[in-house]
T-cell receptor, first 115, second 114 residues
Framework: GAGVSQSPSNKVTEKGKDVELRCDPI?????LYWYRQSLGQGLEFLIY????????KSGLPSDRFSAERTGGSVSTLTIQRTQQEDSAVYLC?????????????FGPGTRLTVL | AQSVSQHNHHVILSEAASLELGCNYS??????LFWYVQYPGQHLQLLLK??????LVKGIKGFEAEFIKSKFSFNLRKPSVQWSDTAEYFC????????????FGAGTRLFVKA
């Protein structure tokens, strides 16, 4: 079946502009995660959504970052007033729900470059 | 706060050599543990996971990992690596009381010489 998809695959923007990154999880997966992957930094947890529970936003690095998940499916990560340090690959993953996280299925990522 | 430490950032091995990648985490409670792998040009994918039971876990492609609770470790091993194992490997930890939040290590880049 279809995996996790993300769009755009690449985004180049100017410092100060807002960007929106989209994630389509695997159908039926109730948990959705966003991570940021910077060179040599591994995956940095940003936020996760699980079912109807309040999202865990504890990883968002500043109030310029926000995310929403509409209808329990598609999610959008928004970065306002982008800075050069926001340049990274943004990864989305989804997993089945339940009481604890199981295998996460990752999308191809969005490579964000802030000039 | 939880953290995950992977001791080696870059590892170079010849084919047929044995592999052990270290992973330590800082959380005193019950955890779920994962190793993910990212092959060149591919998405991150699960290699193996541990939730409970036998602390020696076997995954795909001949990989295994051992959970040692007293050492807060979950090291990844393979007796004999192949060129196709060239990839980046990530250890990840979920604290059972932390909901679905999963913390990843910085990754280890493995290069296997043919």
């Amino acid at each position: 079946g279809a995996g996790v998809s993300q769009s755009p695959s690449n985004k180049v923007t100017e410092k100060g502009k807002d960007v929106e990154l989209r994630c389509d999880p695997i159908s039926g997966h109730t948990a959705l995660y966003w991570y940021r992957q910077s060179l040599g930094q591994g995956l940095e947890f940003l936020i996760y959504f699980q079912g109807n529970s309040a999202p865990d936003k504890s990883g968002l690095p500043s109030d310029r970052f926000s995310a929403e998940r509409t209808g329990g499916s598609v999610s959008t990560l928004t970065i306002q007033r982008t800075q050069q340090e926001d340049s990274a690959v943004y990864l989305c993953a989804s997993s089945l729900g339940g009481r604890s996280p199981d295998t996460q299925y990752f999308g191809p990522g969005t490579r964000l470059t802030v000039l | 706060a939880q953290s995950v430490s992977q001791h080696n950032h870059h590892v170079i091995l010849s084919e047929a050599a044995s592999l052990e990648l270290g992973c330590n985490y800082s959380y005193g409670g019950t955890v779920n543990l994962f190793w993910y792998v990212q092959y060149p040009g591919q998405h991150l994918q699960l290699l193996l996971k541990y939730f409970s039971g036998d602390p020696l876990v076997k995954g795909i492609k001949g990989f295994e990992a051992e959970f040692i609770k007293s050492k807060f470790s979950f090291n990844l091993r393979k007796p004999s690596v192949q060129w196709s194992d060239t990839a980046e490997y990530f250890c990840a930890v979920n604290a059972r009381t932390g909901g679905f939040k999963t913390i990843f290590g910085a990754g280890t880049r493995l290069f296997v010489k043919a």
